[in-house]
């Protein structure tokens, strides 16, 4: 554990130099103490694969106070990190028909697999959240079967729609809302990856596992799946 | 009590002091590109220094009063007229009803604060009323909108409001040359002795490319030993050197996290007077530390509560 500063009001703890699940563990791990103990002097936390940003009130603690505090709450921590216990798994309906895997294809004829072969791949492992970026809401989830890893696109979509789910080298995320972006389109899920007026506000948080579940059509519909197109 | 939008301008939004407390789950923070205008803004008002405001960028904004209420302009020098007559930033003014508030365009400085007696009366969104139109978040209607030509803007009842003008030590002079401190962090170590000589002596210039997420200079390339890091998280200020060696400054509506290395980072008034510049503007860095960035900060907020010969309270 390294903590260095970054300008008067941030600093960032880093856990490691490699993205690996001992390190996402650790990283979740260390948001959930700091969130408890620190509540009252920080402004905003931002893990990710390997480090989580500390944000604070420098109205309410200085430099020497929150690399004090920030030792403090996480000694201790990381023979805890092993037990893991405040992830969930969360499970995710996936529709991989043709009219919402935008670019199964190209996954198949780059991997040189067949469609029920990249899907039974994709959707047999658990991943893990490693960070939550790029958009709101926006997971990425590691690491995928290096058969299907294939890189994102030389040219971005302009729009990728809703619940999109993609692969980008050994990476799977899920569009949480249409933007633009350049990841493999293999499915998508009819599931609220974000919702503002809801308690927990985002679906999956950083150090959480998810699972793909293979739906087909009527499924995708009768939970609400979406068809709209670019 | 409103204001009613004659012309929205090239890009009116409202602004507080940001969305924080979600970056976690990649909402950024959004906020005023200069906290030290929009903070004395609602200083000279007695204000919540968090109130809503409007932050005018570039300028040809036209506002209609449909009440009466006192106002705050800070920031830059965009014009400003009030029933035709000029009125110069950094202090008060009476509004009545039926009075035109008017921009036109930028004499010294790119973005003017104008904040209302009470704050602008609008719905916080995640606990913000920060508008930042990539997420939908923020703005009048909470939805990320920019100000569109008849858009009604409410006002908070108006308090009894002294003249009031920001002593002159505290106003920035925008048109000069700035001269910025770098805090050393993140990835500074990989930039080699060369590469950091080289940064901390150029001279660069503000590009076309500026917005409210990021400011792109140009002048001499930096390398450093990496091309790419593992993503982590951005700073408000961070400075990223993406692989032309052309360096960006990372502002208010940036993402959360990011995967360009970075040789170091600005204070927020640091960056604040950078948002200030237009292209063409000339940049330079000085290496300092989070302890000058800290006193700085703190003495700025001291006299920001304190106030000064000429404020109010």
């Known amino acids: 554990m390294r903590i260095e500063g970054i300008n008067e009001s941030t600093c960032i703890v880093y856990f490691g130099d490699t993205i690996c699940d001992e390190t996402a563990g650790l990283v979740k791990q260390a948001t959930d103490n700091i969130r408890s103990a620190l509540s009252d002097v920080i402004t905003d936390l931002v893990p990710s694969y390997t480090s989580v940003m500390v944000c604070y009130d420098l109205e309410r603690i200085d430099r020497f106070g929150i690399h004090t505090r920030l030792r403090q709450a996480l000694e201790g921590g990381a023979e805890k990190a092993q037990d893991d216990a405040a992830a969930q798994t969360l499970e995710l309906p996936v529709y991989y028909g043709p009219e919402v895997a935008l670019d199964l294809k190209d996954v198949c004829e780059f991997s040189g697999l067949s469609t029920d072969e990249v899907i039974r791949i994709h959707s047999e492992q658990t991943y893990r959240v490693y960070a939550i970026g790029f958009s709101p809401g926006f997971a990425f989830l590691g690491s995928t079967d290096q058969r299907i890893a294939m890189p994102r696109k030389?040219?971005?979509?302009?729009k990728v729609p809703v619940g999109s789910v993609g692969i980008a080298g050994s990476q799977t995320a899920i569009y949480p809302s249409a933007t633009?972006?350049?990841w493999q389109i293999v499915g998508r899920t009819p599931s609220k990856m974000v919702d503002w007026d809801s308690e927990s506000l985002a679906l999956a948080q950083i150090g959480d596992r998810i699972k793909f579940r293979s739906i087909d059509r009527e499924e995708f519909i009768s939970l609400g799946g979406q068809f709209d197109e670019l | 009590m409103s204001f009613e939008v004659l012309d929205p301008g090239m890009l009116t939004q409202v602004q507080?002091?940001?969305r924080l407390g979600y970056q976690h789950i990649g909402v950024t923070t959004g906020g005023p590109m200069d906290e030290h205008a929009f903070l004395w803004a609602n200083r000279l008002l007695n204000n919540p220094?968090?109130?809503p405001q409007l932050e005018i960028t570039f300028g040809r904004l036209s506002l209609l009063a449909h009440s009466d209420t006192s106002i705050a302009l800070t920031g830059a020098d965009l014009g400003a007229r009030l029933n035709e007559r000029p009125i110069a930033p950094w202090q008060t003014y009476e509004i009545k009803q039926g009075d035109r508030l008017s921009f036109s365009m930028p004499v010294v400085g790119l973005r003017a604060y104008l904040a209302v007696s009470g704050g602008l009366d609008v719905p916080a969104r995640l606990g913000s009323a920060a508008t930042v139109s990539r997420e939908q978040l923020g703005g009048l209607d909470g939805t990320?909108?920019?100000l569109a030509k008849g858009d009604r803007i409410p006002l908070a009842p108006p308090s009894a409001v002294a003249k009031a003008s920001v002593p002159y030590s505290e106003i920035p002079d925008y048109r000069k040359p700035l001269r910025v401190g770098v805090i050393p962090g993140y990835q500074y170590r990989h930039f080699p002795r060369s590469a950091r000589a080289r940064f901390f002596t150029s001279e660069y210039q503000v590009s076309q490319n500026i917005d409210r997420m990021g400011y792109r200079l140009s002048g001499e390339a930096i390398h450093g030993d990496l091309d790419g890091i593992?993503?982590?998280?951005?700073a408000y200020g961070s400075i990223q050197i993406p692989t032309d060696g052309q360096p960006i400054v990372l502002m208010k509506d940036r993402?959360?996290?990011?995967?360009?290395?970075k040789i170091g980072s600005l204070s927020a008034l640091g960056a604040g007077q950078l948002a200030q510049r237009a292209p063409g503007a000339s940049v330079s860095f000085y290496l300092t530390d989070v302890a000058?960035?800290?006193a700085r900060r703190m003495i700025f907020n001291h006299r920001l509560r304190q106030g000064a010969p000429g404020t109010t309270g």
């Open chain 1, 154 to 158: 030389s040219t971005p979509r302009l």
């Open chain 1, 180 to 182: 633009p972006g350049g």
């Open chain 2, 16 to 18: 507080d002091m940001g």
């Open chain 2, 49 to 51: 220094l968090n109130a």
């Open chain 2, 144 to 146: 990320g909108a920019k």
């Open chain 2, 230 to 234: 593992i993503s982590e998280g951005i």
């Open chain 2, 255 to 261: 993402q959360t996290i990011g995967g360009y290395p």
């Open chain 2, 292 to 294: 000058e960035a800290e």
